[in-house]
């Protein structure tokens, strides 16, 4: 195709060869509508669709996001409350949401089936261009907000998907942090408010201005569709012009982003964040200075930006992030640089702190970027941040994301503002002016001219206050209470009436007919039999060596595991120490930020941690592992094995200053991830009430937390029975006689790997320990752990092995049908929580999970009568077929070479064979309405062991109190 082409109403304006994805970029107009199209042709089968509309919001109702949600919830073709539910429990996608973005809106869905491809699109663009959502007020009620009342006597709430959403992802203070942020430099502009909505004000969003958000932004005008992989391009074109483009004309929209305007002088604001009403409030404060940094059209600054957060912010030896560390300004910190907008942002944050610290926080932040600007950039720490950065573009590993879709995300950083959409997927131009900036003083310049010269800077400091969530919770009942008080009876009586009709709405299923509209693929369509997962097992000086050999890229993965059951069990929270600190110290050959920037030179990363392995089958079964995992070009395996030898056997844990600050960082880290990890940790926790290898990782949660705070309680006393024990350790962990090896690389470079490993063997301990028993009291418990959540993660569990029942293929089916038909229904649409998980694993545990959920004890009603649900399922062929085609979907997800690996290996650990797999999946193709039914008993048995672990807000817990054993702050 030539440029100037005309072709089913597009016209191609450019066409160009871009070798860093090995692509041809094809960029068309349609002539009548003005939709924009950007085609990013090669051979990937796993391809990707998107259209995105620029949704600058004007207020923090979180309109555009709530409109999101909404055009999912029925469409013209696809009259049914929820397509977008229906295409996920029987479609092949490799990926299906939308999200929602400061200034943009965007609908991406992926598959490596054609005739799913083609499915999921036109479900999408039915959605966007003709929703529901405009004509049926039930979809705003449901998914933004609405007023709920059971009854005339009953008080007024609020209630709604996004809503509830709004009020967990608001809870962590980082996120509160990085919108106050935003409030405070773009006071003019779309990106001072909070495009996801404040929970605050989303009430004031009606369905007039909602509907208007469609009207004015949802036009194929202001469209950016994106199409990519290895698909005919002109049969996408024909379509797409005949069923949707061509019955539009070009109109002008009026989403253009304004620029805010320069500050002269930096500004102040405070503001402060809920924490729990029993929390003390000392050293939680959190203090940021903030710039507005150029244009992310600016390719070039933006790719040495990121290069320069990272080296002076993000890395052990980074300069900016250590000078702040000494001056004891807080306890960790942490850095933003925001370049998915017009105008992108960079932050340096110090948190855990106090407020009068403001002024050292500013001097030093201003002191160490003039050193650094003046005497320059230490350059062997900016190799090192370079290095990485190019390691990561090279591997472009995004795991499970399919990489079009990260294409799709990264085009927008130009498109969306007009520059070329392909420009952001070019990097090696780019890449070399940042090695060659090393030699101009590049970097340098860059902070002249962004951070120490640039004014439109603001200083923004986030106090916890512990009466804010109460006082929040008492103004909004009162508005509440105000708002009834003021209505009349034939008012109240009205909404009654339409909650009523919301929650029968809700609870009527969709018509056979309406469902019939989603196309699915048909069983014919999926493979029967199991991919292969390939490991040959070599040998290497008596070592076991697991190798996966995949095409990588030219790179090697290196997992080292070794068998950590040697370690007595009362020395297991220094084992998770261990695993937290090696890495990070200084060795005999080097200080700490040097390891680091030998890391970075030499590596992609080494991570260090410890893993708990159960056998299929096995509840009681637990294999201990420390795990070292390290990336490496395969050239530089040798320099990678024999840091890793350092690092392993050289370590040094006498540094009491850095052993300090590291253990501050790691507890800070984990009060700041609390939110964001509460459903694993419930998870964690109700699988240690059952097995053992839950209580091995369970231990290296909270109990590992106080165990941080009470070492740095009384730290020189602690520092040297670490030290003691350590040395203890050491050996019993770091020996060859331990040791299993799992590698992934390109079975013609296996070669390279040898010589080295044997040296790093070499430097092993080779004295033989007995391995430990470890023993926990494992029992039923019902805990409730508290905090200033607005929402709850409830999890209830137990393990069907103990019970008597046996693993098999109908429970993956039976989860899928959880979680996106009943528990669906119960808990997200009726419930508004965010949505609920569950999860069958080999060993025999069973757990159901909320998250961001506004309930408990009514989550655990909805829990408990699952069984009920199960017994009376009852589902037609197509439905039945629809679940186990939404379940293979996940069992095949494409892999990277990197995951291929990790997933071997982690079947060789957990004992799972080829064997294994083809049965679950036959037993998943198999799966009958009888089969489902089948589980009831097994269901109803886990239930009954009334085993729960609730993470939410103090009141809502002990509101709940009669449920538990026992409650107790989650910190
Ligand atoms: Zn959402």
């Known amino acids: 195709m030539d440029i100037h082409t005309k072709v089913h109403g597009f016209t191609l304006q450019r066409k160009t060869f871009i070798r860093e994805t090995d692509s041809t970029a094809y960029l068309f107009t349609h002539e009548k509508s003005g939709a924009r199209l950007f085609f990013l042709e090669n051979d990937d089968d796993n391809k990707v669709f998107s259209i995105a509309f620029r949704t600058p919001p004007i207020d923090d109702t979180g309109v555009a996001h709530i409109v999101e949600h909404s055009v999912l919830c029925g469409s013209r073709k696809y009259p049914l409350k929820e397509p977008f539910v229906e295409l996920v429990k029987g479609s092949l996608n490799t990926f299906l949401n939308a999200m929602t973005y400061p200034d943009k809106t965007m609908y991406p869905v992926a598959s490596r089936n054609d005739k799913d491809f083609q499915n999921l699109m036109d479900v999408y663009l039915d959605a966007v261009f003709y929703p529901n959502m405009k004509r049926d007020p039930h979809i705003l009620m449901q998914e933004g907000w609405h007023y709920e009342i059971g009854n005339a006597d009953s008080p007024l709430t609020y209630s709604g998907v996004v809503y509830n959403e709004m009020k967990g992802a608001l809870s962590s203070p980082d996120d509160i942090l990085e919108s106050r942020i935003m409030t405070s430099l773009y006071p003019d502009t779309t990106y001072g408010y909070e495009s996801g909505g404040d929970p605050e004000a989303i009430p004031n969003l009606t369905q007039a201005m909602f509907a208007s958000f469609h009207d004015r932004y949802y036009h194929p005008s202001n469209s950016y569709i994106y199409l990519y992989g290895d698909l005919d391009i002109e049969e996408k074109l024909a379509y797409l012009d005949a069923e949707y483009l061509s019955h539009f004309d070009r109109i002008p929209v009026p989403s253009h982003i304004k620029e805010q305007k320069p500050f002269a002088v930096m500004k102040r604001s405070r503001s402060s964040y809920p924490i729990g009403a029993e929390e003390s409030v000392r050293e939680k404060t959190f203090l940021s200075m903030n710039w507005i940094v150029g244009k992310s059209l600016d390719l070039k600054d933006m790719m040495g930006l990121e290069i320069l957060e990272h080296a002076i912010l993000r890395t052990q030896a980074a300069p900016l992030r250590k000078a702040l560390l000494r001056a004891k300004i807080g306890k960790d910190v942490d850095s933003i640089f925001e370049n998915d907008i017009l105008q992108p942002f960079f932050s340096i944050i110090v948190n855990n702190t106090e407020e009068n610290c403001v002024d050292a926080f500013c001097e030093t932040v201003e002191k160490t970027l003039a050193t650094l600007a003046e005497k320059g950039l230490d350059r062997t720490l900016m190799k090192a941040?370079?290095?990485?950065?190019?390691?990561?573009?090279?591997?472009?590993?995004?795991?499970?994301?399919?990489?079009?879709?990260?294409?799709?995300i990264r085009v927008m950083k130009s498109w969306l503002y007009d520059g070329d959409p392909e420009a952001p997927l070019y990097y090696e131009d780019a890449l070399q002016q940042m090695k060659d900036g090393l030699e101009t003083g590049y970097f340098e310049e860059l902070i002249r001219r962004y951070l120490l010269d640039n004014t439109h800077r603001t200083l923004v400091v986030l106090r916890p206050d512990a009466e804010l969530a109460v006082r929040r919770e008492a103004r909004q009942a009162e508005i509440l209470a105000n708002?009834?008080?003021?209505?009349?009876?034939?008012?109240?009586?009205?909404?009654?009436?339409?909650?009523?009709?919301?929650?029968?709405?809700?609870?009527?299923?969709?018509?056979?007919?309406?469902?019939?509209?989603?196309?699915?693929?048909?069983?014919?369509?999926?493979?029967?039999?199991?991919?292969?997962?390939?490991?040959?097992?070599?040998?290497?000086?008596?070592?076991?060596?697991?190798?996966?050999?995949?095409?990588?890229?030219?790179?090697?993965?290196?997992?080292?595991?070794?068998?950590?059951?040697?370690?007595?069990?009362?020395?297991?929270?220094?084992?998770?120490?261990?695993?937290?600190?090696?890495?990070?110290?200084?060795?005999?050959?080097?200080?700490?930020?040097?390891?680091?920037?030998?890391?970075?030179?030499?590596?992609?990363?080494?991570?260090?941690?410890?893993?708990?392995?159960?056998?299929?089958?096995?509840?009681?079964?637990?294999?201990?592992?420390?795990?070292?995992?390290?990336?490496?070009?395969?050239?530089?395996?040798?320099?990678?094995?024999?840091?890793?030898?350092?690092?392993?056997?050289?370590?040094?844990?006498?540094?009491?200053?850095?052993?300090?600050?590291?253990?501050?960082?790691?507890?800070?880290?984990?009060?700041?991830?609390?939110q964001r990890s509460a459903n694993q940790i419930i998870a964690t926790r109700i699988s240690s009430y059952f097995t053992r290898v839950g209580a091995y990782s369970s231990t290296g949660e909270l109990p590992f937390y106080h165990f941080l705070k009470d070492f740095q309680a009384n730290f020189a006393e602690n520092h040297a029975k670490m030290q003691r024990i350590f040395a203890e350790l050491l050996p019993l962990v770091f020996n060859r006689n331990n040791l299993l090896v799992g590698l992934t690389i390109d079975g013609k470079d296996y070669g390279a790997f040898e010589a080295p490993f044997e040296k790093l063997l070499s430097a092993l301990s080779e004295e033989k320990f007995p391995a430990q028993m470890y023993t926990w009291d494992l029992a039923a418990k019902s805990e409730g752990l508290t905090s200033s959540s607005r929402v709850q993660y409830v999890g209830k569990g137990a393990n069907f092995i103990r019970l008597g029942y046996e693993y098999s293929g109908s429970m993956l089916v039976l989860s899928t049908l959880l979680r996106y038909d009943y528990f669906w229904t119960k808990i997200r649409v009726q419930g508004g929580a965010y949505g609920a998980f569950t999860n069958f694993n080999r060993n025999g545990m069973l757990f159901f999970g909320s998250y961001r959920d506004p309930h408990l004890t009514q989550t655990i009603d909805v829990f408990n009568a699952t069984g009920d649900y199960v017994r009376r399922f009852d589902a037609t062929k197509r439905e039945m077929d629809k679940f186990i085609i939404g379940t293979m979907s996940s069992l095949d997800a494409p892999m990277t070479p990197k995951m291929k690996g990790e997933t071997a290996m982690g079947c060789y650990l957990h004992g799972v064979t080829f064997d294994d797999r083809q049965k679950t999946r036959d037993e998943v193709l198999a799966t009958r309405q009888e089969d489902i039914r089948a589980l009831a008993p097994l269901v109803d048995s886990c239930m009954q062991e009334n085993a729960l672990c609730v993470f939410g807000g103090e009141e809502k817990i002990h509101a709940a109190r009669g449920v538990f054993d026992m409650v107790k702050p989650a910190l």
Request: net charge neutral; with cysteine.
């Open 483 to 674: 708002k009834k008080a003021a209505m009349s009876k034939a008012e109240i009586a009205a909404y009654v009436e339409e909650t009523r009709a919301l929650k029968t709405r809700q609870q009527t299923p969709d018509s056979e007919e309406a469902l019939n509209t989603i196309p699915i693929l048909s069983l014919k369509d999926i493979r029967r039999k199991a991919y292969d997962l390939p490991l040959e097992e070599r040998e290497i000086d008596t070592v076991k060596v697991l190798l996966s050999n995949v095409e990588t890229n030219g790179i090697a993965y290196v997992n080292l595991f070794f068998d950590a059951q040697t370690v007595p069990q009362d020395k297991l929270l220094y084992l998770y120490l261990l695993s937290d600190l090696i890495g990070s110290v200084d060795t005999e050959v080097r200080g700490y930020a040097d390891v680091a920037n030998q890391q970075n030179l030499v590596t992609g990363g080494i991570r260090f941690d410890l893993a708990g392995f159960s056998r299929k089958g096995k509840p009681d079964s637990l294999a201990p592992k420390f795990c070292v995992r390290m990336k490496v070009l395969t050239k530089k395996l040798s320099d990678g094995l024999a840091l890793v030898e350092e690092l392993l056997t050289k370590s040094r844990f006498t540094d009491e200053k850095r052993i300090r600050e590291r253990i501050e960082q790691e507890a800070t880290s984990i009060e700041l991830s609390l």
């Open 385 to 408: 941040s370079i290095n990485l950065f190019e390691f990561r573009l090279r591997e472009a590993d995004f795991g499970s994301a399919p990489r079009g879709l990260v294409y799709a």
